[in-house]
């Protein structure tokens, strides 16, 4: 979620994916001054609604998710 919205934190993207707590120091501040006032949970849902516009970029700069991407297309693949 965050990685979508890394132009709009304030902070390098290098700083934000070496923090310990990333949730706590940059996910509830970002929801709580930029998400509509939703109920729990839905502020993360608001946030990811550009996930499907960017899902490159996504992959590009979150390598674990390049790699699980890359796992599950082997795991398909030997399953065919």
Do not use: Y
């Not at 990685?3 to 706590?24: F, I, Q, Y």
């Not at 940059?26 to 990811?48: N, Q, T």
Request: contains cysteine; glycine residues 8%; hydrophobic residues 40%.
């Amino acid at each position: 979620m965050l990685a979508l919205h890394r132009d709009g934190l304030g902070t390098p993207w290098t700083e934000v994916r070496s923090e310990r707590n990333p949730k706590e120091r940059f996910a509830a501040p970002f929801l709580a001054a930029s998400a509509p006032k939703l109920d729990a949970g839905a502020g993360r849902a608001w946030a990811m609604r550009e996930l499907g516009l960017d899902w490159r970029g996504l992959l590009q700069v979150c390598p674990e998710l390049q790699e699980l991407r890359e796992r599950i297309q082997s795991w398909l693949q030997s399953r065919s």
